[in-house]
């Protein structure tokens, strides 16, 4: 299995969708195993080390995200030596498919997860749903849920309209409820952004005795990429898969959002909307002493200049 690692440093990027899947598909009968499943849905396995992590990604967004235009996984696979299931969906299913149903049926009877010591199940978003979902399938798992959504079916969460199309499409079969999916894993985290008010309730949903929710205010509703940008991404899951993740190591981790532009414009953008100026002041200073700003900077000597004046008509509260 030398090659393995070799072979999948071939990138696959600057092809159009479908020669893309017929590489992959290529690759993976040679390096590995390759399962179709339906029309929508696809899976890969690559087979390394005592350690399995189990991804769930689309087509759109491992083309889009990844530099090689690469599963996530094949990083881990890389560096780690890590073996790898990855499940591939075309467009956002939430892999409400009875074609995924079936194939971890089948690697639940033939005791495929039996053989691992460690497993790590990931996605974010409608993946993420089907990371907690499908880690019922391997108890004793870890999970790491970026943005997960517990349930799309309307009697439990009419409150969230981003997902209409999904109004038809059973959540309470096999796999349903993600919530109730995790109570055979060993640790889960779920991450989101508490100022998204429809992924906040989500969040809410996944409260669990073995599940941690780490917040991450201010960084929208994109976190996967915000991960990516502040590379902590990998990090997160190497630890997650060598059991030395936990909330505290998280937020030291996370510290890495000061330096993040979208965070810190975020943050700015509440600020001056909340009429904080002297919070917002501080703001300015700490990241244009920090880093090139010239957006921060501008917005610092304006501001600067109201105070002196006393043209602001804002109040300044003692604190945030």
């Known amino acids: ?143 790491v849920a970026v943005q997960p959504q517990a349930t799309l079916d309307a009697r439990m969460a009419e409150w969230d309209p981003r997902f209409v199309e999904m109004r038809r499409t059973s959540f309470t079969d096999r796999y349903g409820y993600a919530p109730d999916m995790l109570d055979a894993a060993e640790a889960a985290f779920v991450l989101y952004d508490p100022r998204q008010e429809f992924d906040a309730m989500h969040a809410a949903l996944f409260a669990r005795q073995n599940v941690t929710r780490l917040r991450m205010p201010f960084m929208g509703s994109a976190l996967q990429t915000r991960l990516m940008e502040m590379d902590l991404l990998f990090h997160i899951l190497t630890l997650a898969g060598t059991n030395g993740f936990d909330e505290r190591e998280f937020y030291r981790l996370f510290r890495a959002r000061r330096e993040n532009a979208s965070y810190l414009r975020a943050l700015m953008g509440r600020l001056d909307a909340d009429g904080r100026d002297g919070l917002a002041l501080r703001l300015y200073r700490n990241v244009t002493a920090r880093m090139t700003a010239p957006k921060f900077r501008r917005r610092q000597d304006t501001l600067e200049e109201e105070l002196k004046t006393g043209h602001s008509a804002r109040t300044v509260p003692a604190r945030l």
């Open 1 to 143: 299995m030398q090659d393995v690692s070799e072979k999948i440093e071939t990138p696959l990027t600057g092809l159009d969708a479908a020669m893309w899947k017929n590489r992959l598909t290529a690759l993976m009968t040679e390096l590995g195993e390759y399962h179709a499943l339906g029309n929508r849905h696809f899976a890969t396995v690559i087979h390394r080390s005592s350690t399995l992590f189990v991804s769930f990604e689309t087509v759109q967004g491992i083309r889009a995200l990844s530099q090689t235009a690469q599963p996530f996984g094949f990083e881990l696979v890389r560096s780690q030596d890590w073996s790898h299931l990855c499940i591939i969906s075309n467009g956002d299913t939430w892999f409400r498919s009875p074609a995924v149903y079936e194939f971890f049926d089948d690697l639940t009877d033939d005791s495929f997860f039996d053989q691992f010591d460690r497993i790590l199940f990931y996605g974010a978003g409608p993946c993420g749903y089907a990371a907690a979902a499908f880690s019922v399938a391997a108890p004793g798992s870890t999970v």
